[in-house]
């Protein structure tokens, strides 16, 4: 592939709770990847069978600080996220 599909998982107390309730996890993914290729890459990465993919693309956001002397604005990048479900019985060690 020539695209690097995974970028890095998400850790957060929300994705935490989804591993523990749901067996889901979530991730970081490339914009022009698609459902089946991060399915793909995530079966052949931490070697389980995958369920579902839902993704989602996060909006970027406009972001401000303040400082003595001037206030400083940016911008954070958007990023697309995938929910991954596992099968049952199945586990993604991320750490």
């Keep these: ?11 957060s107390e929300k994705a935490d709770k989804l591993t523990k309730s749901g067996n889901q996890y979530t991730f970081v993914v490339n914009r022009d990847a698609n459902k089946l ?3 793909k890459a ?8 995958v369920t579902s ?3 989602m693309v996060i909006p970027g956001k406009a972001v401000t600080r303040n400082t003595k002397t001037t206030v ?6 958007a990023y697309k996220k995938a929910l991954v479900t596992v099968a049952a019985g199945e586990e993604i060690n991320i750490f």
């Design 53 to 55: 993919v839902n993704t």
């Design 72 to 77: 400083l604005r940016g911008r954070k990048p």
């Design 42 to 49: 995530i079966e052949k990465n931490y070697k389980v069978n």
């Design 37 to 39: 290729e991060i399915q």
């Design 1 to 11: 592939m020539s695209k690097q599909i995974l970028i890095r998982p998400i850790v």
